[in-house]
């Protein structure tokens, strides 16, 4: 069983950055892909940005330009660089791990707002 461990949420006002952490219990390498998922009140979840075993990333396009996806495979971790954070980017930010199936994390809330 994979465990995936998000961090780095908080409460942050408009403009201002945050940068999300997700811990891996096993070699992220071994993933087809990862990547951040948020759910906004009311809203369905929704892909923010993904990263392949082959480096390649993808973005939603409100948030191009703003967030970056990284990893560390050396610390089996992926963060989410978050910059000019707005109030609609308020919302609970999950890490997802594809191994064949999906497994996720707990979640971390971003709230932004002044």
């Known amino acids: 069983q994979v465990q995936l461990v998000e961090s780095g949420g908080g409460l942050v006002q408009p403009g201002g950055s945050l940068r999300l952490s997700c811990a891996a219990s096993?070699?992220?390498?071994?993933?087809?892909?990862m990547g951040w998922y948020r759910r906004a009140p009311g809203k369905q979840r929704e892909l923010v940005a993904s990263?392949?075993?082959?480096?390649?990333?993808n973005y939603a396009d409100s948030v191009k330009g703003r967030f970056t996806i990284s990893r560390d495979i050396a610390k089996n971790t992926m963060d989410l660089q978050m910059n000019s954070l707005k109030p609609e980017d308020t919302a609970i930010y999950y890490c997802n791990a594809d191994l064949g199936f999906s497994s996720w994390g707990q979640g971390t809330q971003v709230t932004v707002s002044s």
């Open positions: 096993i070699n992220i390498f071994s993933f087809n892909a």
């Open positions: 990263i392949r075993r082959s480096g390649n990333t």
